[in-house]
């Protein structure tokens, strides 16, 4: 079973930029995708980015594009959610994810991380 562990949460200002990591363990042929995707209060769990892990396809919601930075290191098993120029609508739980496809939607997702915070403060 894949294991997904997130880091790097925090308190910033608008403005400000935070980097996210997701360690991922367990067998590979789970982990063909990772993705980001956060819940903020009172609203559903979108989908941010996603990335195969060969490195490929980078894929981001509209709300994030030119923002955000997925990247994925293979020989460190980890994948990270680079965040700039954060807005106050950022503030969400944000939860790492695997999928043995390309990830565009919770259906897509096999395996959840537990979260971390992100709050931005305006």
């Known amino acids: 079973q894949v294991q997904l562990a997130e880091s790097g949460g925090g308190l910033v200002q608008s403005g400000e930029s935070l980097r996210l990591a997701c360690a991922a363990s367990g067998p590979t042929f789970s982990k063909h995708a990772m993705g980001w995707f956060r819940q903020a209060p009172g609203k559903e769990r979108e989908f941010v980015a996603s990335?195969?892990?060969?490195?490929?396809?980078?894929y981001y919601s509209d709300s994030v594009k030119g923002r955000f930075t997925i990247t994925i290191n293979n020989y460190m098993n980890t994948v990270s959610l680079q965040m700039k120029r954060l807005k106050p609508e950022d503030t969400a739980v944000y939860y790492c994810a695997s999928g043995d496809r390309p990830i565009v939607s919770d259906r897509d997702v096999n395996y959840w991380g537990k979260g971390t915070l992100v709050t931005v403060a305006s």
């Open positions: 990335i195969l892990w060969s490195g490929a396809s980078p």
